[in-house]
């Protein structure tokens, strides 16, 4: 799952992007695996949130006279994806500890708070219920 990968693994597939144009699944799921470490990292954040606003006005460039994105906004994006990749890169094989219990979608997956506990509790499926 790309969502438990380290820094250094994330920083590596932002960078293979280049060779994927318009492949707007990729970059939903690299903005969804890298937003927790722009939470919790201040070196991380800005170029997260860059990543996040220039990968969704590419996927908002959509023209269905032309039928494809375009390439100037995959360009942008992928500008940002390079910088993010700089930012994580640095971490190394930090990853972010997930949640292993599980809920009504299946496994947890939320970030652990630093203490080791989940911040969606109450989203847990127990037993008992
Ligand atoms: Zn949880």
Redesign the pocket.
């Known amino acids: 799952m790309l969502k438990e990968r380290t820094a250094a693994e994330l920083a590596d597939a932002l960078d293979g992007m280049q060779h994927h144009q318009h492949n707007t699944g990729g970059l939903s799921m690299l903005d969804e695996a890298t937003l927790e470490f722009g939470w919790r990292y201040p070196s991380i954040g800005p170029a997260q949130e860059a990543f996040a606003k220039a990968r969704h006005l590419h996927k908002r460039s959509y023209r269905t006279e032309v039928g494809n994105y375009s390439d100037e906004s995959w360009q942008d994006a992928m500008d940002a994806a390079r910088q993010l990749a700089e930012a994580l890169r640095p971490l190394g094989e930090t990853r972010i500890p997930r949640?292993k219990?599980r809920?009504g979608w299946g496994t947890?997956g939320?970030g652990l708070k630093d203490d080791g506990t989940?911040p969606?509790?109450d989203?847990?499926r127990t037993t008992e219920q």
């Open positions: 949640c219990e809920t947890c939320i989940c969606a509790t989203e847990h």
